[in-house]
């Protein structure tokens, strides 16, 4: 069933699947723009810039929960829509998002064990993931998140426009969704 | 202009709102964090606004329907 469901998703349904998902990224993007406002422009202190949902509900960005779910979801998106990506050149870069964002999931997953356990890693007084040791948390995530999205649009931009090949149809989310004319 | 430009003209205006809001952070880390921290943060910021770089210059190199330089190699 699971199969079933993911080949619909990849299928006829492809182009309504990324339809929602990209607009999870870009609400989640606008999140993140808006906390680097609120720090580099507004001059709030860091723990103070919640972006939009955190600023109404706190407890969402200090819990780690909404973070390590988000960073979920956007794991199983890429995955789960990865098979719609048939070209060489657009799962390619899918694949490179997807990857990214796996590594980018363990970090928030650390973060929120830290949470949950009320123990901190490396004796830090907040919650640490592994590169945190070095690199600030906003900057760090500015640039996961930027790392992860600049291959993912990449992709999208290619699947959009894909080479028109005799005998084989595009999916729906290409701009033309013309059939080859060999195919008819 | 067609459909493929009008597209890669949208990524490219947020992907300079991208690059805008880590220059910001460039300047800011400079003057809030210490030495050690603002260099890191500089790195993965500078490093964010190179990859947004090359994935604009990708898009734009790319023409549909071009076959000489697709990315997506050579047709079946």
Known sequence: MAKRYLDVLNGPRHETAMRIFM????AHWGEHLL??????????????????????????ISSE???????????????????GFTEIAERRWWTVALAIQ???HIEHFLLLGQRVLGYNLFDRPVPTSIAQLWIPRVELHLFYNTIVFLPMVVAMYFHMFPPARAGRPA?????????????? | MGAHNLIRVAISLFVVL?????????????????????LAGRVVLTAGIVAAGAAVSMLWRWNPGSGNNSPHGRPN
């Open chain 1, 171 to 184: 999916c729906t989310c290409a701009w033309d969704r013309k059939v080859s004319p060999a195919a008819v």
């Open chain 1, 65 to 83: 929960a909404l973070h390590y779910g988000y960073a979920v979801v956007m794991v199983i998106g890429l995955w789960a829509l990865r098979p």
């Open chain 2, 18 to 38: 991208l690059v805008g809001v880590s220059s910001l952070g460039w300047v800011w880390v400079g003057t809030h964090l210490s030495p050690a921290q603002a």
């Open chain 1, 102 to 104: 796996f590594f980018h």
């Open chain 1, 23 to 26: 607009f999870i990224v870009l």
């Open chain 1, 35 to 60: 906390q680097g406002l609120q720090i580099y422009v507004l001059g709030w202190p860091v723990p103070e810039a919640r972006g939009i949902l955190g600023y109404f509900f706190p407890v969402l």
